[in-house]
């Protein structure tokens, strides 16, 4: 991970989202209350938390003093949440900027923290609603798209996409003898 200025100016210039939160956090800011919003980036996708700069538009960076011991803040969210949450301080001419990287969380399985699996709702952090819930938990489900359909033949796929497919492989490979190969309708797949 590595956060330039000019990442950070681009940042700046966004809003708050799923994906991305600001706080101020001069002096110092609530340890579970970043474990809550970081779990609350996981289960939205991952995302970017910043600490050091105004919340609201247009923002300015004020700099930082929370958690001077970053490797050590970084070491406890892995122990409560069991996701690599990377960190790292930005030297910013207006101050010090601490950037949390939060990955997205594991494919089917929303992450929790005390209780609770977070979301962000508007411009807070509340709990999960059962949709999300749901959605999430579907998306570990079968893929019926990977299954093998023992009795289809090539005259089963659609010819155009067929054709489509094969030239991105010509192009792809290399193989323009790929241009005039035709496979036979009554082959297994």
């Known amino acids: 991970m590595s956060t330039t200025l000019e990442k950070l100016q681009l940042c700046l210039e966004s809003k708050d989202n799923e994906h991305l939160e600001f706080k101020e956090a001069q002096n110092r800011y609530d340890f579970e209350e970043l474990v809550k919003c970081c ?18 538009l247009p923002r300015r960076v004020v700099g930082s003093q929370a958690f001077n011991d970053l490797e050590c803040t970084k070491a406890e969210i892995i122990e409560r949440l069991r996701l690599r949450i990377d960190a790292e301080v930005l030297q910013h001419p207006n101050g010090r900027v601490l950037v949390f990287e939060v990955p997205s969380r594991p494919i089917g399985m929303p ?5 609770a699996y977070w979301m962000r709702g508007g411009e807070d952090l509340v709990p999960m609603t059962s949709d999300r819930h749901k959605r999430i938990f579907d ?35 290399g193989n323009v003898a790929l241009e005039h190969f035709l496979p036979s309708s009554s082959r297994r797949l």
């Open 39 to 56: 779990v609350a980036l996981a289960n939205e996708g991952g995302g970017r938390m910043i600490l050091g700069v105004t919340n609201k």
């Open 111 to 115: 992450s929790p923290y005390k209780g």
């Open 139 to 173: 998306e570990s489900g079968p893929d019926f798209s990977a299954e093998i359909c023992l009795k289809a033949t090539l005259s089963d796929l659609d010819p155009v996409a067929l054709h489509g497919l094969r030239e991105m492989w010509r192009r792809q490979s």
